[in-house]
């Protein structure tokens, strides 16, 4: 405890012996199947001068040490070539395992599928343009801070659309193959980066349609999905809070599991907000949305929804809601089951929520929707 009051040298020579001292054990720890009897038996021998020298803190002793363990740790441990491969093979597996830790445990990267969440989070959204993409540098600046992706897509041979075939490329890139045939029977494929429900509703292309050669296919803007990071620690230690965005699985919700089916698009992971806990009563009178009684409270964008204001559409009835609940056709009133949370989504007449599949099991959690880190636009920042 009284090393500070140590002069220089003697604590810079008792630095140096404890970091040879260190390196020697290591090394005939890792060597020790490869080295002979004799090397084992000098590397201890060493170890235990060392061990009674930096007790004494005697610095004549210790440089004497520390050339003869030099000398020796050059001839029973010759530099392999592989070593700078070694220490950087050994780097990235410690952060690649750091970066699963906190992917698991921790925080959790999430990319907005769908328009459901609009305007609080965006969605993949194709967009028709009558223009001309940019240049590539223009390209590359809105893709890097705006996310936004330019394509024209233009027909080689001409033809009817004779189908639609969905694919992906790993998990986040979802592409569309428009067939085309020719009066001789000829097949173009083209591919378009999006999904085929959006080149349909988004892009208007549609089975049987015909183009001729050099038509445009398509020409259009995709806003790619808000990417936010998941909070997956807070849900351990407290329930989620009305007005919080959640992340949660489809698993083990029946009306939910059933409706998307075993080939349906889309992420097994839904993000929406949770606007009431379980023994609520939940009343939708358009465009207000009340729990147990009082208006929804928690989150601004409640009050921005019963006004319909800043892109909020305000809250709507679920066309045929079949769940437990009842309807007169002008309201809607749900109990939240015990165990479950109450999930709907800010963009109110097209999300599809717990008006259609019921509450959200506590199980089925995943985390709190916390910020949203890409890409750069007026959304970025912490989730309201």
Known sequence: MFDFFLPRKTKQVLSESD?????????RIYSQDILSARDIEIALALEERYRTLLKAKDVDGLEKLNKESMK????????????????????????????????????????????????????????????????VFVQAYEFLIRGKTYSRIVTEHGGTVSGLKPGSFTIWFEYTDVHLTDAQGNDEVDRIWIRPSDVEQKLHIFPDMQYQPGDVLANYVTQTGDQVLVDKVTYNFRQPRRGEVFIFKTAGIPKLVHERGPNQEGS?????????????????????????????????????????????PGYTLYPGNDISGSTDGVNETFYVQPDCYWAMGDNSPYSKDSRNWGGVPYQNLIGRGYFVFWPFTERWGWIK
């Open 19 to 27: 970091l040879i001292y260190g390196s020697l054990q290591r090394n």
């Open 72 to 135: 020796f740790g050059n001839k029973a441990f010759p530099p392999s070539p592989w070593d700078g491969w070694r220490e950087n093979v050994e780097v990235f597996v410690v952060a690649a395992i750091m970066a699963l830790s906190i992917r698991t445990y921790f925080l959790q990267p999430f990319k907005i599928p769908t328009g459901s969440m609009e305007p609080t989070l965006y969605g993949i959204e194709p967009m028709l343009s009558k223009e001309l993409p940019p240049n």
């Open 268 to 312: 097994e992971d839904f993000i929406k907000r949770c606007v009431g806990l379980a023994g609520d009563i939940i009343e939708v009178k358009p465009p207000k949305l009340y729990v147990n009684g009082q208006l929804a409270t928690g989150a601004p964008s409640f009050e921005k929804e019963f006004k319909q204001i800043d892109g909020y």
